[in-house]
């Protein structure tokens, strides 16, 4: 059993006892992915990977993700402006990452990975990890926390094999093959491929704008086109980035 | 399809256009639940009774849970101090609900109902939902929120089928016959009756001390017994909620 | 003399200097109590308590009051809305909690009961008290707090007689016969019989609404009748809660 | 009756339902004030002017002091140092003051005048009450807040009558004539002329330091001598103070 | 003149008083930049290509930059533990970013940009701009804000001649040819190129590591080399990013 | 070399290495002068008096300013309703002033100086000084803060000189003849005599009011008249000030 939530408390505690279980924190966000996927990819995936780096390992455990995350963006959610994108404060994210931390590190757990799932989350995660150990440090508590996105783990050769005409960026692969591949490959009941809105990749000016323009943004709420998905794909890339992860896990914590 | 993270954007869209839509946003707690049970009943519980409830109507979605919450007491959940019991600050979680209940209204809701699983939550639900009706008023919205804890619609009726022994009130059923019961119900195997801990109902002085003192809490961290706990009375439970809310939810809002 | 801001600083210090003085802090609100009782019982019998309670012992102080608190509900205070009901914001409460318990604990003082008038305050006087003992550790300082609201030491004989057609419960005891009579008997002058309004004890469904909805309460304000109020349960009732806060206070602190 | 939390809500609300009613609210602190006074000099004699002020007019009401204030210091109040000195956060302040003007202006009132008794306060009060008339215009509401320290209504000529040796400035008046002669009038319980101890005015470097020197401040913890005060300067001072404050407050708001 | 602070009151009233004036406000940090370099890059770039930008219209103002920015990331900035590096917490910057533009729109302005000039600023200005429109809007302005990374104007073009061989990204740009060509062009008394050290540019893992590990981050603080910097490099690099900011302020507000 | 940014990291290192640099911290405001001035007196002059004061010594540093500051009031700076005037809550510069001296101390510094040049600003800079090193105790650092106003150097002497006709006090010294002084000698191109407005001190009521009255304030924005001001006043002025603060530096720090 890899997920802390579901072990009774006895278990967990004999579990964390010494310190050395690592704690995987996914952080994702309710967030529209287009009109072929569910609005959960980012709290799914990133659970899913953290769930998948856990299994190979009897000191990984994983926790119930965060699923409210930041304010989607247009160049890299579509914006907060979609039905269905249900995002917080980012003052707010950093409390809950801070005080979710600080709780965990009560148990006696001084390892932490977080997964981030959501691009728009990351410096708020940064913010929230800064104050947990700064408040622990006042405490006499001394923690690592690592902090990653998934797709960081993506490397160049499975990018070569899944975008075979080129590819343009994580910032625009929001609902696109990257994703959708996953989720396929994930949650397939998630993905009606035949929804898909195929444009090009979204193009946007180096600038950004407040209040938004929805008319930035494809309709579709997609910024790339995930046309090309497949489960194959989402396997290739589920793999890739579990046994990564793993590795710099166990390079930095076991 | 009752979860709304479940659904495309779109989908989701044009359902809650007109306003009238009941959005569920359940809110729990990862916390101990003695060492018969998972650490998250508060979590799936209200999910599942607001699941239940969506089903019976065509305009009630059930929003991601809120899984984190207000520190365990040890009169009602044994005290913030157990392993595995992993709280958020007050100010956060009123900050997680203002903002979260927010979200949803600039989709178009204006009808909602949070369905609390952990005792400990209720008062920063109340200022959480104050805060995020009155920033709603700032921006012209009128909006209404209906907060309940499932216990609240166990009926005399079935609380004299389920305690037939008497009933010694719904704080220190932590852990005890209520929530044993939903769980074998709905999540058996997050439930294991042959390590239920025996013993009486906790009983306490008419204070509260801090920092709390572990010695007041039965070390199996329960409150009270789940020895009589059974599927039937969790299915008996989860029906009169179930029954109970949808009345009230109908009554109010459809 | 048992209210500290009644005493010149250097016999204050001479009296707490060594960490075993008591320090008592009564935390009410400003709320209507029905057209027959000023706006501050919530106050004031908190704090005549807590008098009561310092007289009996050499080593117990009363700090001067909190006076205003949280946001009245509607089925534990009539609600917000009414005219002269006068509360604050949840983390505001919090705060000033945790700011006196800090600053009082800086004068070397370690033993504090926050004695509570005003249903509404419980939690966030726990959050309170939960922050500011996190705060006074960083500073290397351990404390200790009692918290109890005063009905919760009224004996089942007290009960017995002074609601002898039976009792509904503290939460609609709003402006009833507890508070009237104690009100009688400790400030007869903010009370005045003839303008009691006479009616059943309020019912409510079992959730609660926002915004609130004044046609839940009685229009009197008072959620039971005090018509059966007197100077005599006053006394009775006072002296219960005397008796039983400063047992509970010296078998812990002395 | 003048003060506002003993009259029951529904005299308070015909009373201010025409908005035409000046709330007073005094604002103090809890700070020692030197061995021959007690601790509440800040929050009693702006209380008492306020009372007096109200005496004069149907249409004036006085709330409850706000008790607890900013942090003294030692150039206008000793210090926060000192044993029995007990004041709040900065922040903490400003959210008190905040919250409670917008209650009494959700109760129809428009006009406030804010009664300071504490030197450190003026600041924050300014920020609290700015903080409260932004929130009460975006509620559509708009209300005027007169804010005064009382000693700033003390004339001339009065000054000369009281300080014959030449006057040294509000900020040394700290447990000296001024507030010794007010108590003296108002609280003479609250005094004992034989603990006063004498000294020349306190003088400063133009700069202060942080963390405090104690060395700068007189060992009894008051700024100037409190020997030339009476009973008969309190009452000269208290009237001329009242009148002063009538006389802006009917020329601004009646 | 473009600075607004040196204008005299009524002359910058006379100029923003109907609205179209855009306010480019720069924001950076105090951050090393390696020893070769000064630790107010990121304040002194983005002003100057602010004035640059404002010089070419008469419609465009630079107001004060916000020189303290957010804490400085390992992979970006060198992290947070270098001496000199003097960096606030994400809160406080959305905090000061929000309240600054609020300020100025009262004054009546309706267009701005924001000039960032560090890496780590970009997410907590985006909150601080979204706080601030929301803010505004209830007070029923409607504002738009531009937000840009002065970098993200460089093309493609530029960087071909800049970086003759190969660009490795923005990120480990920190005190290499780009910022260094820019200070030498702007304020070449703040550049020792002795001083440079030159090291190949700083490669990191997928992921990022709390408490930050010196280890990671070359010993100069730098994360590429500047030996290839030039004065004319610079002159190259401040055109192409005042030519392309003031083609989008144009476009957009003008 | 005085100012700490324009320094490189490593000889800023060298030079704070063993705590016995005093670092001099500007704290001023964006805020009109009068037609015949700039905006940014407050900023200019607190940072040119450090500069000349860390001239004197080799163990001094000046930080870069916080240039942002308290909102305006009518009695000492006009009022926060003038155009240009941009100023920020209070609660966020509490946080600028607790985040800057908390990051200074982090390179090992323990001396502060904060030279404040804005009336307005000094209870929130004894709060984030409060705050800021309430924080530090609890990492175990141990700092000394000096705050204090440059004016309040100015001698009698001075002022007999430079005030020839009577001084009113500094409150109304804004846009007058200290501040235009200065300015004439440190950046007298920010200086227009012919604009002066001459016009008597202004006078106010002893109470402020809220929101502000713009008749209150002469419609120059100036409280006093500069007419009399001259570049050889502001000389003696600034000389006299650095003088004094040097004094006082040295005589606490060095």
Same mark, same amino acid.
């Given at each position: ?28 966000? !309710? #967030? ?87 691009? #728009? ?37 499975? !990018?070569? $094999? ?17 994703? $959708? ?6 949650? =397939? ?19 950004? !704008?407040? =209040? ?5 943004? =494809? ?36």
């Amino acid at each position: 059993m890899v997920n802390l939530e579901q072990m009774d408390w006895q278990s967990y505690a004999k579990k964390v006892e010494d310190g050395n279980t690592v704690i995987m924190l996914p952080v994702g966000a !309710i #967030e529209q992915h287009g009109p072929h996927m569910s609005m959960n990819p980012d709290v799914l995936i990133p659970t899913a990977i953290s769930e998948g780096v856990a299994k190979k390992s009897d000191s990984i455990l994983v926790a119930p993700a965060i699923a409210y995350g930041y304010k989607s963006q247009v160049k890299s959610g579509g914006g907060n402006f979609f039905p269905g994108t249900t995002c917080i404060n980012g003052k707010t994210l950093i409390d809950v990452v801070k005080d979710v931390l600080v709780a965990y590190a009560r148990h006696g757990n001084r390892k932490f990975v977080l997964v981030n799932g959501h691009f #728009e989350n990351s410096m708020f995660l940064v913010e929230g990890i800064d104050l947990a150990l700064e408040h622990l440090r006042h405490e006499g508590i001394q923690a690592q926390v690592m902090l990653l996105s998934y797709w960081d783990y993506v490397t160049q050769e499975t !990018i070569t $094999t899944v975008f075979p005409d080129g590819f343009t960026g994580w910032d625009v692969e929001h609902g696109g093959v990257l994703e $959708t591949s996953l989720m396929l490959h994930l949650h =397939p009941d998630c993905v009606d491929m035949d929804k898909v809105v195929h444009h090009h990749p979204a193009t946007f000016p180096p600038y950004d !704008i407040f =209040p938004s323009e929805p008319s930035w943004v =494809p309709s579709s709420g997609t910024l790339s086109s995930a046309r090309n998905a497949s489960e194959e794909y989402g396997k290739l890339l589920f793999d890739v980035c579990v046994d990564g992860i793993y590795g710099s896990v166990t390079e930095r914590f076991c």
